[in-house]
């Protein structure tokens, strides 16, 4: 029930998109509308008018780009994204050293608040950090994309927008998930174990996930990046708008001054408003596809994303119209019968929510340690069943025993635990699957943890495959076309059939009685 709660709505979507789409295509006549041969753009005639060969559905001679001349460019456009993608990863370097060195910074704070939530306030501040990253990164982002894209010299405008959506796409899908990524599958996997800690730049220890588990740290990165972007879109599409027609309004009212305010037609009111973007309803698809990734992709770590995107969607359907209607000029329409490659992007987030969210379950949280506990080293173990009870020492299954004697020097604590046992002690706890440390192998891994690893390792397996099979399964069900429209095609397909039937009967009819009329006659005639 949880597995289909938490990954069928996403295939139920698009499902529906498919029949709601097929039903906006009826209504405007575009089910058999096909695209007329696009014509060339302008650039790429004016760079390859030199070399001509015929179009074989034309048969008119037109520019060629040659297959060489091509390869290398998308050569040079892949190592530009590659490149900017290092980027990002610079950029979640760097607040993965910040989360460092703060973390360290707080803990020896001197307000008691602070230093005792050392690891969230390091998280916050780390997430908002991160939000204006991304937020300038973004700015850049659009204009490589646009230099690449032009770089690659497309022949036709739809490739020339599938090219230029494909990489604004990848660029801010991985500017805006690759800190939530290295939170749900890297924080805290790779710090070693008390008295051989890694240090970056062998100096400060790498953070840790909370004690509760890293899903916190998830659902505070997700929560504040999703929050405050939703903010700052709304802001973008509606406040800078009305920012931009007030400034313009009141040059107006300095140069005509404000008796003419009153007497300008209503076309050039509507003129005066600010026009569409260059590229029409991108920054509208974007906006939604990233919004669907959050919702999708890491929703078992973050189940109150579907309902903040609810919220954000019914407050942004107000939005749009008011800003269609009152702040925009009236933008051009123009004839498709689908959204494009954003439906392929749509199917291509939903195969990675599984993907993403099998290791989530696995990796990021306890489900599966707490299960190997509760039917292999708990009180039920070989039972065949479990329940409340049969979690019982489970805390103290998944905690490793530390000599205090072997810390390193830089990692001895500060005070050696008299004042809570009166005694200094000599064993401390840790979470992780470790032998003690006068075992043959000190802190070598236990059998427990082999177990715990081969069991996340199986159920990642079994969960997608059980997954991708119901998503299948909701797929075959649910038929691209409603059954009201499959009949009515069906009956307009009939009626044109009958029509042209009666209209060609009619026809011969005619020619026969003519032939009568003028003494002509022919054997086995028909009728």
């Not at 840790?430 to 159920?459: C, E, K, M, N």
Request: charged fraction near 20%; charge should be positive; aromatic fraction near 16%.
């Amino acid at each position: 029930f949880c597995i289909f709660f938490l990954f069928a709505p996403a295939t139920v979507f698009l499902e529906f998109w498919k029949r709601r789409r097929a039903v906006i295509a009826y209504d405007w006549d575009l089910i058999d509308w096909e695209e007329e041969e696009e014509e060339i753009r302008p650039q790429f005639e004016a760079k390859y008018s030199k070399k001509e060969r015929m179009n074989p559905i034309s048969g008119k001679p037109e520019p060629y780009q040659a297959f060489a001349d091509k390869c290398s460019r998308l050569i040079v456009s892949a190592s530009g994204i590659f490149f900017m993608i290092c980027v990002v990863i610079a950029a979640v370097f760097g607040i993965v050293i910040y989360r460092v060195v703060t973390v360290s910074t707080f803990a020896a704070f001197k307000w008691a608040l602070i230093r005792n939530n050392s690891q969230v306030a390091t998280t916050g501040t780390a997430v908002c950090i991160n939000f204006c990253i991304i937020m300038l990164l973004n700015v850049l982002y659009e204009k490589v994309a646009l230099f690449l894209t032009n770089l690659e010299q497309p022949r036709t405008e739809s490739e020339w927008e599938n090219s230029f959506t494909l990489k604004m796409f990848l660029f801010q899908f991985v500017n805006l998930n690759s800190s939530t990524f290295y939170i749900a599958f890297f924080l805290g996997r790779f710090t070693g174990h008390p008295g051989a800690y890694l240090r970056l730049i062998n100096r400060w220890r790498l953070e840790e996930c909370h004690p509760s588990g890293c899903l916190i740290d998830l659902c505070m990165q997700m929560g504040i990046i999703m929050v405050l972007k939703q903010i700052w879109n709304n802001f973008m599409e509606l406040g800078y708008p009305l920012i931009q027609n007030w400034w313009t309004r009141r040059k107006l009212r300095q140069e005509y001054g404000t008796q003419r305010k009153t007497s300008f037609p209503q076309w050039e009111k509507d003129y005066n408003l600010q026009p569409m973007n260059a590229y029409g309803l991108f920054d509208e698809y974007l906006e939604m596809i990233l919004q669907f990734g959050f919702t999708t992709i890491f929703v078992a770590a973050f189940p109150l994303a579907p309902l903040l995107a609810l919220v954000n969607n019914i407050i942004e359907i107000r939005l749009d119209a008011y800003k269609f209607v009152t702040q925009w000029r009236r933008p051009l329409a123009s004839r498709a019968k689908d959204i494009g490659i954003w439906y392929g992007i749509l199917e291509g987030i939903g195969i990675l929510s599984v993907i993403t969210n099998a290791f989530v379950i696995a990796v990021t949280s306890d489900f599966i340690p707490r299960l190997v506990y509760a039917y292999k080293y708990g009180p039920c173990a070989g039972q065949g069943e479990a329940g409340q009870k049969c979690m019982v020492g489970y805390v103290n299954a998944s905690l490793s025993v530390f000599l205090v004697s072997d810390f390193e020097n830089r990692s001895e604590p500060t005070s050696n635990g008299s004042e809570f046992s009166g005694s200094p002690l000599k064993y401390c706890r840790y979470r992780d699957y470790r032998d003690p440390p006068h075992s043959p192998v000190p802190y070598g891994y236990t059998l427990q943890f082999w177990h715990v690893l081969a069991a996340r390792l199986a159920f990642i397996i079994v969960f997608e495959h059980l997954v991708f099979c119901i998503k299948h399964l909701i797929s075959y069900l649910i038929p691209d076309l409603p059954k009201d429209l499959r009949d009515r095609m069906r009956r307009e397909k009939y009626l044109i059939q009958e029509m042209m039937y009666e209209a060609e009967l009619e026809r011969l009819q005619k020619e026969r009685k003519e032939r009568k009329k003028n003494g002509k006659s022919y054997h086995n005639e028909w009728p």
